[in-house]
């Protein structure tokens, strides 16, 4: 899934993911539901999405003061882990 | 809680909101649910977040050919509405 339009991308590990969560989680959860008002929620999240996001914000192309700084540290393979432990918690929704 | 962080902002109005997805549900569904590999879930999403985030496609901060479109015919009205509906559908997360 990580793959879908990005040439080369790699398929993301979520269980590696999850281990490298250790930024993410103050702001987007263990579960993906966020902890602050300013971060969005990430639970089920689709992956390509996730890492579209990630890498835009590692290149400056999309701004935000703490993504910019978190993303910048992270490597292809860290996005890809991360992007699909997030898009791997299984969401329920119940349309009003 | 439209209005966290954003001096000015008016409370959406979920019903109006739903009422205004003619384009957003092509890509986004009535449910919030991704239609497409390129389009993230909105189902459940912080209300705020996408306030922020209608804003920043229409002043063309935050770039996204469909979106930066979409957004450009979006009064601040409609961007609360619109947020507030998504906003509003419950989501029910099972971490894995």
Redesign the interface.
Known sequence: ?AA??LAGAQAGD?RAG?QKLTTCQGCHG?????KN?????L????E??LVRSLAAYKSG???NESMNIVAKDLSDEDIADVAA?YA?????????
């Open positions: 899934m879908f339009g979520a999850r263990l579960d993906g539901l966020s008002p300013e971060a969005p929620n639970a089920g999240q689709i390509n999405y192309e999309r701004k432990y791997s918690i299984q969401v329920d929704v119940l349309p009003p």
